[in-house]
């Protein structure tokens, strides 16, 4: 049973200020969820940026978006108020866009953009603007617009980063990535939201340029309200107790715990967690979460058996990997025929350092 209070739709609308400006709206989770919560507050937003409205998500878990936009407020459309009370939609990432247009407002400047690249597609909504003769100096390689935005310019500036320079996700591309985003943002004012299906990327523009914030929901879950709207949910009724993750957005849209993102900074999300920047006590306490799994462990475990144990990407486990490997406490079975950070890769513990890694494990944990 789902439990609503629901006053006036346009009860409060302007609450949080009158503002133009374009907004981004980012739903990142580790299982599939409706987004129509989030998504009918953001799109109040539209009232004052009247040119344009799009959102972006990846159905049935696969690797390939759905785009629906119109350049258009997106308070006067039948597409938003359709999709703000559709319960059939669901994804675990959502991105969404409301414009003021600084190029001419009409469908292929409108966001968000998607690209093709190997097996899954990409989306992407930029807020803010850029200038001077950044298209001299940022290479899109063979990626070309579709519209006239530096937005879109920037996006396919970012596929030529990622399929020339990204072989696989990890700490050092997620690096690479936000030294690209700061390369751009030199040119103007820059916050953007970017997903590939599996990830979402948040960066906010270095010197906090309108802003950017985000709240965690997890277990257990309260009721909250709309800011833009007198209209509550007791989210309880809404989520299972195992679904977690990130609503990312311009402005807080509930009357929720919101956090600003670092300015200049990346933020990625995996499966509902936040994998970069990595928290160095976080990563010391996995670090020594997968020491003590491969310990305990009755076998030589894999990677993948890792990751999926543990609910860690197989990145993070791949660092982590390396770390201990690095300090001599693991070593990867000798009749393993694949690479050592293959997700078949089997590891176990140094025999001679076990007593070692035994006393460790008692000190951290019991």
Avoid at 21 to 35: H, R, S, W
Avoid at 118 to 138: K, P, T
Avoid at 141 to 163: Q, V
């Amino acid at each position: 049973m789902q439990y609503y209070t629901h006053k006036s739709i346009y009860g409060v609308l302007g609450k949080a200020g009158a503002t133009k400006l374009c907004e981004l709206l980012g739903m990142a989770f580790n299982q599939p969820i409706q987004p129509n919560f989030s998504f009918r507050g953001f799109v109040h937003r539209g009232a004052y940026n009247p040119h344009g409205w799009g959102i972006a998500y990846y159905p049935d878990c696969e690797l390939a978006a759905q785009v629906i936009k119109e350049p258009l407020q997106s308070t006067n459309s039948t597409f938003a108020a359709f999709l703000k009370d559709n319960k059939g939609i669901r994804s675990k990432i959502f991105i969404s866009h409301v414009r003021y247009a600084t190029f001419s407002p009409c469908f292929a400047n409108t966001h968000p953009f998607s690209r093709v690249l190997g097996d899954r597609e990409y989306v992407f909504a930029h807020n803010g603007h850029l200038s001077g003769n950044y298209r001299d100096l940022l290479s899109t390689g063979r990626w070309t617009s579709m519209g006239t935005t530096d937005s879109e310019y920037a996006f396919c500036h970012l596929m030529h980063i990622i399929e020339n320079r990204v072989p696989e996700w990890n700490e050092e591309s997620f690096s690479r990535l936000e030294n690209s985003m700061r390369e751009i943002n030199q040119f103007g004012n820059f916050n953007c939201l970017l997903s590939d299906g599996e990830r979402l990327f948040c960066y906010r523009d270095i010197n906090g340029y309108k802003g950017l914030h985000y709240t965690k929901r997890k277990a257990p879950f309260s009721s909250v309200k709309l800011v833009d709207e007198d209209f509550e949910i007791d989210l309880s009724e809404e989520k299972a107790p195992s679904q977690k993750g990130f609503i990312i957005a311009t402005r807080p849209l509930t009357d929720e715990q919101w956090k600003e993102l670092e300015p200049g900074r990346l933020a990625v999300i995996d499966k509902g967690t936040l994998v970069f920047p990595q928290n160095e006590s976080r990563l010391h306490e996995q670090l020594f979460l997968v020491l003590r799994f491969i310990r305990t462990a009755p076998h030589r475990v894999t990677i993948q058996e890792i990751s999926s144990k543990m609910e860690l990407t197989l990145d993070e486990v791949r660092l982590l990997i390396q770390q201990l490997l690095d300090k001599g406490l693991i070593r990867q079975d000798r009749r393993d025929t694949v690479e050592p950070y293959s997700a078949t890769a089997t590891y176990y513990t140094v025999p001679r350092r076990r007593l070692e890694i035994d006393a460790l494990i008692k000190v951290l944990f019991d």
